[in-house]
């Protein structure tokens, strides 16, 4: 329910720049450039949520995460930016970062009721508000990555 997406087009300059490159490194570019995009929006559903609540477990800070999604078409990239929810992530114990071997909490099952609201509760939408703020900063974010990738494989 509610997935937001967007299609970057024209980029043709950079477009052709990249088929310059061999696959496997396209392929690279590509998924780091689309990358970009989705941790600057990422960053800012954070933000979002953060300003509209305020948590006593952080649970639902914690449990935004990006993940890349295969499509099975090496030109296409897809990164797809959601909550955890579930009991599987009630009790987990990080396995990296600074807080190496804590027992956290990162089911926010909640979100979706903060996002689209229920027949008793007024929705507070923190997602689709980031998006639409972010969304053009998040191209700029893709074409940048991309034109440093193209650079460091001397393609100007």
Do not use: W
């Not at 490159?21 to 990422?42: G, K, N, V, Y």
């Not at 909550?83 to 970062?97: A, D, E, M, V």
């Not at 008793?120 to 703020?133: D, L, W, Y």
Request: aromatic share 10%; hydrophobic share 40%; net charge positive.
């Amino acid at each position: 329910r509610g997935m937001i997406s967007a299609k970057v087009e024209g980029l043709s300059d950079l477009a052709n720049r990249l088929k310059e490159l061999d696959i496997e490194m396209q392929t690279r570019l590509l998924a780091a450039s689309t990358a970009a995009a989705a941790a600057t929006t990422r960053k800012e559903v954070e933000l979002q949520a953060r300003a509209r609540f305020t948590e006593r477990t952080g649970a639902l800070f914690r449990a935004i995460y990006v993940k890349r999604k295969k499509t099975g078409n090496d030109f296409q990239a897809c990164y797809f930016i959601g909550i955890r929810k579930g009991k599987r992530y009630r009790n987990l114990t990080l396995k990296f970062g600074k807080n190496k071997g804590q027992t956290v909490n990162m089911d926010a099952f909640y979100a979706g009721f903060l996002e689209f609201g229920t027949k008793r509760m007024q929705r507070h939408p923190f997602m689709r508000p980031a998006f639409e703020a972010k969304k053009m900063d998040a191209v700029v974010a893709a074409k940048e990555r991309m034109r440093r990738g193209l650079q460091k494989y001397g393609l100007r």
